[in-house]
T-cell receptor, first 115, second 114 residues
């Protein structure tokens, strides 16, 4: 399998612009997670989906962040408008919990820099 | 509340030394899963091992070994005969049975010098 695919790998944008991060989970996985990694806060959950339905979005910082999963093979994380404090590495991960495979596999991450 | 503590922020060793990375966790759930991930300088997160709360058997995989002790809520990771390629940040993580996401520790940065 190709693993979790994320795009873009790097994104540089200016404050106020809209940013869209994309994720393709491993085929057959029923859970999808978005995490953010910063030096100050480490790795933290933003939101996760089960069978395309958002289950826990308590980690989404504010209304500027939104996430969707229109089908089992695609998810987006959107930031509008972006701010310099959103600069971080954003990881997508997927897992097959219903198959009792408890491991989360991570994509390569998107390194976002907001100027 | 769930929590993972990796008290060692950075460790530096010389190649061929053994090194142990500590991980202490907190959870009230009786069913939970513990993980170690490696993050090399390239930035990806690489899965190393998973342990569930009902399996306290220690595990060895090549130069890597893990010691899970429920009595002390610890899941420590030992690298034997360390190599330069082991240089990375290592994360311990917890998933409690009642939730889907991982709770990560702050990570331990391991530097192995030749």
């Amino acid at each position: 399998d190709a693993g979790v695919i994320q795009s873009p790998r790097h994104e540089v944008t200016e404050m106020g612009q809209e940013v869209t991060l994309r994720c393709k989970p491993i085929s057959g996985h029923d859970y999808l997670f978005w995490y953010r990694q910063t030096m100050m806060r480490g790795l933290e959950l933003l939101i996760y989906f089960n069978n395309n339905v958002p289950i826990d979005d308590s980690g989404m910082p504010e209304d500027r962040f939104s996430a969707k999963m229109p089908n089992a093979s695609f998810s987006t994380l959107k930031i509008q408008p972006s701010e310099p404090r959103d600069s971080a590495v954003y990881f997508c991960a997927s897992s097959d919990y219903s198959g009792r495979r408890e491991t989360q596999y991570f994509g390569p991450g998107t390194r976002l820099l907001v100027l | 509340a769930q929590k993972v503590t990796q008290a060692q922020t950075e460790i530096s060793v010389v190649e061929k030394e053994d090194v142990t990375l500590d991980c202490v966790y907190e959870t009230r759930d009786t069913t939970y899963y513990l993980f170690w991930y490696k993050q090399p300088p390239s930035g990806e997160l690489v899965f190393l091992i998973r342990r569930n709360s009902f399996d306290e058997q220690n595990e060895i995989s090549g130069r890597y070994s893990w010691n899970f002790q429920k009595s002390t809520s610890s899941f420590n990771f030992t690298i034997t005969a360390s190599q330069v390629v082991d240089s990375a940040v290592y994360f311990c993580a917890l998933r409690s049975g009642s939730q889907g996401n991982l709770i990560f520790g702050k990570g331990t940065k391991l530097s192995v010098k030749p």
